[in-house]
Structures are given as C-alpha cells and as structure tokens.
T-cell receptor, first 113, second 113 residues
Framework: DTGVSQNPRHKITKRGQNVTFRCDPISEHNRLYWYRQTLGQGPEFLTYFQNEAQLEKSRLLSDRFSAERPKGSFSTLEIQRTEQGDSAMYLC???????????FGSGTRLTVV | AQSVSQHNHHVILSEAASLELGCNYSYGGTVNLFWYVQYPGQHLQLLLKYFSGDPLVKGIKGFEAEFIKSKFSFNLRKPSVQWSDTAEYFCAVDLNRDDKIIFGKGTRLHILP
C-alpha cells in the first residue's frame, strides 16, 4: 500500500500523560499536514511541513503540542500533559508542492480519560 | 476571517433523487476548491477539485460542482443519488493557492434505499 499510513489507529490515555503519533506520507510527497477533527466538525489545520521544515503552526496548537519531520520523511506529533479536550481524530495528509489536493491517512483516534 | 460554510449539516434523500450541497467561502483572492468525501469507516478521499478553467468540474462517481466566482460558491451536485453515496461531504478551500486547505464543517448525507 503506497498511501498515507498513521499509527496507532487508536490511543486511549490518562489525562496528564504524553502521547506520540506517527505519520508516514506517500514517499514522493514533500508536503505533510496535520489536522484535528472532532465530532460534527471538519478537519482543522494544525501544522504543515515542506520537507523537514515546519512552515506554519496554527494558533490551535498550544505549547503542549509539537511536531517534527526529521529528514523530510515520516512525521511525529507529540502531545504533552494530555487534557480531555485533546480527545479527537488526528489526521495526517501529504501532497506534492503545487499539486493542491491532499491524500489523507486513516487517522489516529485519541481518547483522553 | 476566511472561512468555508456548508449550508446543510444533515441531508436525507431517497435513491434516484437529485442532490445539491451548498458551499460558500469568504475570500476575495484566488482560490483552489475541493470536495472531499468520507464514507463510513473510511478515510477522507478527494471527490473533485477546481483550480482554473471551466467552472463546471466533474469528479468521481457522477458528481460535479460549479464554481460561481461572483457568488463565492462551489456547490456539489449529482442528478441521481445511490444508496452507496451515504457519506459525509466536506467542501474545502485553498486560499491564495498556498497549499493549505481549510475545510467546512461537513454535510452528512443519508440515502434511503
């Protein structure tokens, strides 16, 4: 499968714990995006990378959130000291610069209890 | 603030009925426009896109959308829906064509067999 891969698919964590998600984009795509989706809402932009450079970070992303894309390949999204409000589906997508349309992964569903 | 509005949150139709889902955006500059679909249990998939040229674009599975610049609209249409079209549909806009997509809240479509 050459699509966008996200791991894990589901994560249940206790409030206050740290969690890390991984995204493997389509190999020839140089742009990688993280979105968050809650029930009844569309995906909300969090951050994106072009190769290894993080180009923009949403105001939605508090200091507890950090994302990396070492070597411009896979990316990780870490949430420190999780809160119940962090419960959501975290989506990763990739695209080629100038292509416009994204290819999405299946997402990681986070539940903070 | 720039935004994307989808007028209908939940639509119920019978098979063979015609479909039109509304989408408006608020931005005066150049845009790329998209409709994404999420079938139950699946990831977001591109249905169709508009970058330039003919404002009537055709997508997969018999869907089409018309870009009306003067109305800032990009409505999705299908002349005759099928039960398999049951899904959530998201309108999305790439403002200023900078490869960062903003999504609407989505329209949940339920087709009665």
């Amino acid at each position: 499968d050459t699509g966008v891969s996200q791991n894990p698919r589901h994560k249940i964590t206790k409030r206050g714990q740290n969690v890390t998600f991984r995204c493997d984009p389509i190999s020839e795509h140089n742009r990688l995006y993280w979105y968050r989706q809650t029930l009844g809402q569309g995906p909300e932009f969090l951050t994106y990378f072009q190769n290894e450079a993080q180009l923009e970070k949403s105001r939605l992303l508090s200091d507890r959130f950090s994302a990396e894309r070492p070597k411009g390949s896979f990316s990780t999204l870490e949430i420190q000291r999780t809160e119940q409000g962090d419960s959501a589906m975290y989506l990763c997508a990739s695209s080629s610069r100038g292509h416009g349309a994204y290819t999405f992964g299946s997402g990681t569903r986070l539940t903070v209890v | 603030a720039q935004s994307v509005s989808q007028h209908n949150h939940h639509v119920i139709l019978s098979e063979a009925a015609s479909l039109e889902l509304g989408c408006n955006y608020s931005y005066g500059g150049t845009v790329n426009l998209f409709w994404y679909v999420q079938y139950p249990g699946q990831h977001l998939q591109l249905l169709l896109k508009y970058f330039s040229g003919d404002p009537l674009v055709k997508g997969i599975k018999g869907f089409e959308a018309e870009f009306i610049k003067s109305k800032f609209s990009f409505n999705l249409r299908k002349p005759s829906v099928q039960w398999s079209d049951t899904a959530e549909y998201f309108c999305a806009v790439d403002l200023n064509r900078d490869d960062k997509i903003i999504f609407g809240k989505g329209t949940r479509l339920h087709i009665l067999p």
